[in-house]
Nanobody, 127 residues
Framework: QVQLVESGGGLVQTGGSLRLSCAAS????????MGWFRQAPGKEREFVAA??????????TESESAKDRFTVSRDNGKKMVYLHMNNLQPEDTAVYYC??????????????????WGQGTQVTVSS
């Protein structure tokens, strides 16, 4: 049974930091690009960042705001992917989802070829 389980969300003040984690099981982890998406209340789910299966490509972050503040990394030995978020702003408030992609990081960024989703973890940034 495939599972992606996110953790590390919570309530943080503006300017604070969080590290989200996603633990994978039931898959050949290194075979998948991994990504993070988020969905704010009343908005559509949006792509945040992705990293290739071997982690040897530059992590891909699409949001101009996120590029300077968010970093994605992975540990294939532990089957974990992380999203490091710094200088959090109220507009970062959302449910953050981990995703495993069967294609490239560009496919993930376009929400294509997503094989598995996690259940999400809430991040709330207070002003």
């Amino acid at each position: 049974q495939v599972q992606l389980v996110e953790s590390g969300g919570g309530l943080v003040q503006t300017g604070g930091s969080l590290r989200l984690s996603c633990a994978a099981s039931g898959i050949v982890f290194s075979a998948y690009a991994m990504g993070w998406f988020r969905q704010a209340p009343g908005k559509e789910r949006e792509f945040v960042a992705a990293i290739s299966g071997t982690g040897d490509m530059t992590p891909y972050t699409e949001s101009e705001s996120a590029k300077d503040r968010f970093t994605v990394s992975r540990d294939n030995g532990k089957k974990m992917v992380y999203l490091h978020m710094n200088n959090l702003q109220p507009e970062d408030t959302a449910v953050y989802y981990c995703a495993a992609g069967a294609g490239s990081t560009l496919d993930l960024a376009a929400a294509k070829l997503i094989a598995y989703w996690g259940q999400g973890t809430q991040v709330t940034v207070s002003s």
